[in-house]
Nanobody, 115 residues
Framework: QVQLVESGGGLAHPGGSLRLSCAAS????????LAWYRQAPGKQREWVAG???????LYADSVKGRFTISRDNAKNTMYLQMNSLRPEDTADYHC?????????WGQGTQVTVSS
């Protein structure tokens, strides 16, 4: 089975930056739609950003202009560069890979934005 592992989460101050990584165990990224989701305690899971196999990026309005999603197919890794962080960005962040109609999810990495 495919394993996705997120890393890079932690504590950031408002206005600070973090870069999340999502590494895959196999070569599934090259033809996959990739996305980041987040879920805060007691809240619904929210789609954050996505990137198509062709490199087209999409962002939720809440993060547009602050976050950047990217992918490195050779490394089977995608990234979420988060700048200008706000307390409301605090959540558990999960990556997702969709290949041939099947979704693969990572276990999540916690992001906390607090002063």
């Amino acid at each position: 089975q495919v394993q996705l592992v997120e890393s890079g989460g932690g504590l950031a101050h408002p206005g600070g930056s973090l870069r999340l990584s999502c590494a895959a165990s196999g070569t599934i990224f090259s033809s996959s739609y990739l996305a980041w989701y987040r879920q805060a305690p007691g809240k619904q899971r929210e789609w954050v950003a996505g990137i198509t196999s062709g490199g087209t990026t999409l962002y939720a309005d809440s993060v547009k202009g602050r976050f950047t999603i990217s992918r490195d197919n050779a490394k089977n890794t995608m990234y979420l560069q988060m700048n200008s962080l706000r307390p409301e960005d605090t959540a558990d962040y999960h990556c997702k890979a969709r290949s041939s109609g099947v979704d693969f999810w990572g276990q999540g990495t916690q992001v906390t934005v607090s002063s």
